[in-house]
Nanobody, 123 residues
Framework: QVQLVESGGGLVQAGGSLRLSCAGS????????MGWFRQAPGKEREFVAV????????YYGDSAKGRFTISRDNAKNTVYLQMNSLKPEDTAVYYCAADPEGNYRDYEAYAYWGQGTQVTVSS
């Protein structure tokens, strides 16, 4: 059974930091781009960041630029999202995804998804 499992979400005050992890199992993702999306209540799923299989190419959504950092450890089949200077508007369920075909900013391009982890930023 192929799975992506996120962890590291929680409640943090504005200005604080969190580090999300997403561990894959059931297959290796070491040759796949992996990404992070988020979805706030009543809003569409939003692209946050994507990283190529080698880590050599990284792209961020506008909301993440300058504050979030995506990284991966292929030996652990895991992708990370370090989030700094968090704002209340970052409150959302954060999802990791893998193996996109086509536009990596489009959530429909991804073949595999985690169940999500809640991030809540208080003001």
């Amino acid at each position: 059974q192929v799975q992506l499992v996120e962890s590291g979400g929680g409640l943090v005050q504005a200005g604080g930091s969190l580090r999300l992890s997403c561990a894959g199992s059931g297959r290796t993702f070491s040759r796949d781009p992996m990404g992070w999306f988020r979805q706030a209540p009543g809003k569409e799923r939003e692209f946050v960041a994507v990283i190529s299989w080698s880590g050599g190419s990284i792209y961020y959504g506008d909301s993440a630029k300058g504050r979030f950092t995506i990284s991966r450890d292929n030996a652990k089949n895991t992708v990370y999202l370090q989030m700094n200077s968090l704002k209340p508007e970052d409150t959302a369920v954060y999802y990791c995804a893998a193996d996109p075909e086509g536009n990596y900013r489009d959530y429909e391009a991804y073949a595999y998804w985690g169940q999500g982890t809640q991030v809540t930023v208080s003001s």
